[in-house]
């Protein structure tokens, strides 16, 4: 594509985005308009003026790559199929960007559930104006908490509990985002090795079999590597392992 449209397409929307926002801040300068407002409601409850919403929602833009890659089944997926990859003995088939595309849409599969959730409970009430910004985020972050609960060991939760010298947490339930997070990313990391190591077995055995039948035949200078590589990738292909692998890891979140 041409670099000039490319750069057209970039800076259209900020030009848009500027035009319309360039009153406001006018207003906001002369003292007319303020540019961050918090008021108290009748009830007790806080409201932000429209200037800070967007504020909020650009600042939590930023930590959303975090927030994929971390909070959803992103991490099993994606070292579940780096091991794979190793396991065959392909260094660069599948590329990154193909493996990172898979496990993108494969947690978007697995995380549907919970984003129809959120959009019900908190999204769509948010846009709706039946629901503030804060208590969006109270019941939009109940359908992801219990996705998490639900994959994190209770061992790696009572470690992180211990270290955080919390003395108030008499459940799972009661632990707070600041403990759940780094359990579910260790308990995660934990799955995806032990499902890595059952996928690495078999192509383990191939190799030995293929070295020692090397070695019989006195062709010692030959790697076994270059010989058994064609045969695991056929045997790949003939058990179809990558519907094989997709339905185990869908299987190992419930789905």
């Known amino acids: 594509m041409n670099p000039i449209k490319i750069m057209k397409r970039i800076l259209t929307p900020l030009l848009l985005l500027l035009a319309v926002m360039a009153p406001q801040l006018a207003l906001a300068q002369d003292g007319i308009l303020p540019a961050v407002t918090v008021t108290t409601g009748a009830d007790g409850s806080t409201q932000y003026s429209v200037t800070m919403q967007i504020l909020l929602l650009m600042t939590a833009l930023s930590f959303l790559p975090a927030m994929v890659i971390m909070l959803t089944s992103f991490t099993r997926i994606i070292v579940v199929l780096s091991i794979l990859r190793q396991a065959i003995g392909l260094q ?14 494969m947690t978007f599969f697995i995380m549907a559930p919970v984003f129809d959730k959120i959009y019900d409970q908190a999204v769509k009430p948010y846009i709706d104006e039946t629901m503030t910004i804060e208590q969006a985020y109270d019941k939009g972050k109940e359908p992801l908490r219990a996705f998490m609960l639900a994959q994190t060991r209770l061992t790696d939760l009572e470690t992180f509990v211990q270290i955080s010298g919390y003395q108030n947490i008499q459940s799972p339930e009661d632990a707070p985002m600041s403990v759940l997070i780094p359990a579910f990313i260790t308990s995660e990391l934990k799955t995806a090795f032990q499902i890595g190591f059952m996928l690495f077995v078999p192509f383990l055995v191939l190799d030995l079999v293929v070295a020692s039948i090397l070695m019989a035949m006195g062709m010692m200078m030959l790697s076994p590597m270059i010989v058994s590589l064609p045969f695991k990738i056929m045997l790949f292909v003939l058990v179809d392992g990558w519907s094989l692998v997709m339905g185990t890891l869908a299987n190992s979140f419930g789905i």
Not at 92 to 105: A, C, D, E, R
């Open 92 to 105: 660069q088939t599948p590329s990154n960007q193909v493996l990172i595309g898979m496990s993108l849409f």
